[in-house]
């Protein structure tokens, strides 16, 4: 991607300075083995928020610029995504949102989409042209680029330290579906994915915290995760 195409002055940084994001995975079947190891960090996590189930569609360019980056191994990358929380999958009501990192450090950007996208029964063209009416700036130059390639699931459970900076967020039973070159969403047919758990520690980078300390109570590896990719991998047979 052409990086001079992002800056603009409509990105309003809602996350002054962006945060550290770590990512740790490991196998599914350890749910309940994670979370004990959560309860019993030094940190003492405690939940943050009640556990709930996060919904995305991403979209990227003709050209799959988003992915490219990743796999490319780009430094600065970003991705285009709406979001909406809930067990409904069909029923969308969330935020387009701009996920920016630069390796370990991230910022996101939102904007409100105050209309419910109805998957069920709305073509891809009709979602776009409702996403593109609510709009504006750098949001709507992306989305006027970009299709959307692939829609995923996962519930997510919410955690923060008590120095009540260091937030941690803990995901499993992903699904994906596959959009790639498709009229309509399609919201029955998964992809199929490895049962893995995403273990993600985030903290503001002016935050004063030990991470090489904190990761280290966590007998995981550190992985540079993406549920984007892993799905669209998965999709594409990779």
Request: hydrophobic share 35%.
């Amino acid at each position: 991607m052409n990086g001079a195409f992002w800056e603009t002055e409509d990105m309003t940084d809602a996350q002054a300075g962006g945060r550290y994001e770590i990512k740790l995975q490991y196998d599914g079947q350890h749910l309940y083995k994670v979370r004990q190891w959560i309860g019993l960090h030094s940190l003492a996590f405690i939940p943050a928020f009640p556990s709930r189930q996060v919904n995305n569609i991403y979209f990227d360019t003709s050209g799959l610029d988003s992915l490219n980056d990743h796999l490319s191994g780009v430094g600065e990358r970003r991705k285009l995504r709406f979001r909406w929380y809930g067990e409904k999958i069909d029923c969308a009501l969330g935020l387009l949102e701009i996920k920016q990192k630069i390796n370990r450090i991230g910022w996101k950007y939102t904007t409100p989409i105050p209309t419910t996208l109805d998957l069920a029964h709305l073509n891809w063209a009709q979602i776009h042209e409702t996403i593109q009416q609510h709009t504006e700036g750098i949001f709507y130059e992306m989305i006027s680029v970009s299709r959307p390639v692939i829609i995923n699931s996962y519930q997510r459970d919410y955690y923060i330290a008590s120095d009540g900076q260091t937030r941690l967020t803990l995901d499993y039973a992903t699904k994906a579906y596959n959009q790639h070159l498709t009229h309509v969403p399609n919201i029955k047919f998964r992809v199929p994915l490895l049962n893995l758990l995403i273990l993600e520690i985030k903290t503001e980078t002016q935050h004063d915290v030990d991470l090489p300390s904190l990761v280290a109570e966590f007998p995981l590896r550190t992985e540079k995760h993406s549920k984007y990719i892993t799905g669209m991998s998965a999709m594409l047979g990779w």
